[in-house]
Every structure is written in structure tokens, then in C-alpha cells.
């Protein structure tokens, strides 16, 4: 199997791949490096690195060419992300987007829904093209957060139907990284007895409400993603949605976590596609 790679051009201060930085897909990091130092298809990334003389190119996964095509598309669900201009994926997924589709809900898991394309279930049921898409491609048969998951096994007893956190679970627990995650750094960065050492001392403390409220505090203040979010859209410009964090706002409203949190870090306010208007974000 040839070897493709994942990378991320970010700069020193970009702490998110999912909103900040160039996501892209080669089987040759170097070859890549140089055809955009030198490209013309998309300007972003040609003037941020003419711009800026401490951006980094980072392996964020080594894969097969589907998968990566999959991944691209997680990091890049929809156009005018960072510093990409189109979508990621589109190989792949404008394969399967118009590929006839079967669901059911976990609330009612005996019932089936199927629809001529992704694009229909996605607007039948307000879930985004990307979250069924990709499922698709992965073959899981799972429910997401929204209760829905898609029928491919015939032979499979839907009633014991898992959650995707159940699945990931799964797979992750009792495992240890070998190298540091860009996510979350290392799982083995302790010895057993650096560990028992650190819990010995730790043993017995408590942390008062007053100094979780200062945590809290400066978690809202620093971290958009802790902080209200109010929306409008232009079907109604007159009711006006607020919520809690950026998750809310984009798991009620079927937003892509990722374009919301991008948005956000735009002047507001700023209108997507979609016809959502962020108005303000936090008191």
C-alpha cells in the first residue's frame, strides 16, 4: 500500500488544525512543499507563505490514500476554512454522494429511511453530508450524537447497535501512544513510579469552588469555544439564538463544529452560506 501523508501548514501561535493553517494530502512531503511555494490554484496558502517565514508543514497522519482523502475532509468539511480554499475529500466523497442510503434511529432502530442520495438524508433529516459521508466510507455502524446510524450490515442485530463513543472506547482503552498526539500530547509520559509518586503527593488535596470559578473564569475569557454565541438567520431575521458554547450552537442548529469555530474568529458579524449570521460571541 503506498503511504500518504496528512500534513498541516501552521504557524507557531495556531493551536487548532480543525480552523487554523493549510490541511492538506500527498504520498511526497517534500515534492508537496515545493509545488506550493510555487502554485497558483489557491492564493491563500501562496501569500501566507511569502507572508510569513515561520510556518511549519506537520505530519499529522500516515495512511492510505482513502483514509487520508477521509481525514481531509474531517479537517476541511466545507470551503474558505484557514487558509484552504476548497473542501477536503472530494475525491472520495463526491464518489459516494449521490449513492443510495438506509438509516434508522436508535428511538425507533426497527424502522429503516432510505433516500436516492446522502444529500437527500442530509436534508430529510438535518444531519451534515460529512457526518453521514463519512461513516459511509468507514463502514461503521454506529449511532453518532444525533441517535442516527446507517443500515450496511443485513445480518446485524440492530437492537444492539453501539454509540460511537462506545466504539472509539473501545479501540483506545488500555493503549498507549508511543509519540507525542498534537491533541493531547503523550498517554506514557510517566513511569509507574514517577505516577505513584505524583498521586502520593496529590493524595488528600481538594480544589475549593472559589478557585474552579477562577479556572472557569479565564476559560471563558481566553477560550472562544467557552464563551455565548448568539445567531440569527436570514429566514427570520427576528429571532435571535443564543447558547451556551460554539458546540451547542452547532450540534442545535446542525452547523460543522469546525466552520462555526472558524467563523468566530472572523470580524463580526459574519454571515455563512448556510444563512447563519454569528452577531456576537460571549456577554
Known amino acids: 500500500m503506498e503511504k500518504y501523508y496528512v500534513y498541516w501548514y501552521k504557524r507557531p501561535n495556531f493551536i487548532d488544525p480543525y480552523t487554523e493553517g493549510y490541511i492538506g494530502i500527498t504520498n511526497d512531503m517534500y515534492r508537496r512543499n515545493k509545488e ?36 481531509e475532509y474531517v479537517y476541511r468539511p466545507s470551503k474558505n476554512i484557514g487558509w484552504n480554499m476548497a473542501p477536503g475529500g472530494e ?40 457526518r453521514i459521508g463519512i461513516a459511509r466510507i468507514r463502514g461503521y455502524q454506529v449511532y453518532g450524537k444525533d441517535g442516527w446510524a446507517i443500515y450496511l450490515d443485513t445480518n446485524f442485530d440492530r437492537s444492539q447497535t453501539p454509540s460511537y463513543r462506545d466504539r472509539i472506547g473501545d479501540g483506545l482503552r488500555g493503549t498507549k501512544r508511543d509519540k507525542s498526539s498534537h491533541f493531547k500530547g503523550m498517554t506514557n509520559r510517566w513511569t509507574d513510579e514517577e505516577r505513584a509518586r505524583i498521586g502520593n503527593q496529590h493524595r488528600g488535596k481538594t480544589i475549593t469552588e472559589e478557585a474552579k470559578e477562577i479556572v472557569r473564569q479565564a476559560n471563558r475569557l481566553n477560550n472562544p469555544s467557552c464563551k455565548t454565541i448568539r445567531l440569527v438567520h436570514s429566514s427570520d431575521s427576528a429571532k435571535i439564538y443564543t447558547f451556551h458554547s460554539i458546540a451547542e450552537a452547532a450540534r442545535e442548529l446542525s452547523i460543522s463544529h469546525s466552520a462555526l469555530k472558524y467563523r468566530v474568529r472572523q470580524p463580526l458579524p459574519i454571515t455563512g452560506k448556510d444563512g447563519w449570521t454569528v452577531l456576537s460571541l460571549g456577554s
Open 91 to 130: 475525491d472520495t466523497l463526491a464518489k459516494i454522494g449521490s449513492v443510495p442510503i438506509t438509516l434508522y434511529h436508535k428511538d425507533s432502530y426497527p424502522i429503516l429511511h432510505k433516500f436516492s442520495s446522502i444529500y437527500e438524508a442530509s436534508k430529510a433529516l438535518g444531519i451534515g453530508e460529512a
Open 36 to 71: 506550493h511555494r510555487r502554485s497558483v490554484k489557491n492564493h491563500h496558502i501562496v501569500n501566507a507563505l511569502k507572508k510569513y517565514n515561520d510556518i511549519e508543514m506537520i505530519k499529522l497522519h500516515t495512511c492510505s490514500k482513502t483514509e487520508a482523502l477521509e481525514l
